[in-house]
């Protein structure tokens, strides 16, 4: 990271690296990127149930850059946002741009500091291809989408704080945030060729947002 400060304003820089080993014991379901979905299913990869382990790597970058702005010493406002840049999680790496933009306003009352907030952000989760199998009825497989995109939550917040002295001090804050892009199953009919040439149909599910 960089910070520079210069008067009432400053700049900070940053970047960062983060890779996370994710290891499945044997007899736990391992994700098989690249398999066709047998008849149908657009080339999803299936999740069979694996007899041996395996081991995934989660490689996550960023870089972001925020600015922040004082003016009298009583009003303050910041902005800047984040490139995020995750890979491994899903077949198709994940790149989201996140900003982020605030304001605040300090005036001493008395021997009491008022201050009123407010800001703005978003965030991501990155989607993650279940390392499980499931059944339903016996007959559905539970499948990954290649194209999976990240969980996003956005909103705002606001909200004030009162210091007294130096021991005791009241915040409130509220919240008004969104998560969108949510993975969830959704189910699907394939037919299939079965024994004999006879048309099976099965219920399967695939990941989507």
């Known amino acids: ?7 009432e304003s400053a700049l900070t820089l940053a970047a960062e ?15 098989t990127i690249g398999g066709p979905l ?19 790597w989660y490689n996550a970058a960023g870089i972001s850059a925020q600015t922040q702005l004082a003016w009298r010493d009583r009003w303050f406002a910041s902005a800047g946002a984040r490139v995020e ?3 491994g999680a899903t077949p198709n790496a994940q790149q989201s741009v996140l900003p982020m933009v605030g304001l605040a306003w300090v005036r001493d009352v008395g021997g009491a500091v008022v201050k009123l907030r407010g800001a703005y952000g ?12 499931s059944t339903w009825l016996g ?9 999976l995109e990240p969980e996003t939550q956005a909103g705002i917040e606001f909200g004030g704080d009162l210091l007294l002295g130096a021991h005791t001090s009241l915040h409130l804050t509220r919240f008004d945030q969104r998560a969108s ?12 060729t079965g024994p004999g040439g006879r048309l099976q149909r099965t219920m399967v599910y695939t990941l989507q947002n």
Do not use: K
Not at 1 to 7: D, F, I, R, T, Y
Not at 139 to 147: C, K
């Open 17 to 31: 690296q983060a890779i996370t080993r994710e290891v499945t014991e044997p007899g736990r379901a391992v994700s």
């Open 122 to 133: 978003r965030g991501i989760r990155p989607a993650r291809t279940p390392l499980m199998a």
């Open 38 to 56: 047998g008849g149908g299913g657009g080339g999803a990869p299936v999740l069979p149930w694996s007899p041996v382990s395996a081991t995934l």
């Open 139 to 147: 007959r559905s497989t539970l499948a990954s989408l290649l194209a």
């Open 1 to 7: 990271a960089l910070h520079v400060q210069e008067g």
């Open 181 to 192: 892009g949510l993975v969830q199953p959704v189910a699907g009919v394939v037919t299939n």
């Open 85 to 87: 840049r995750i890979a």
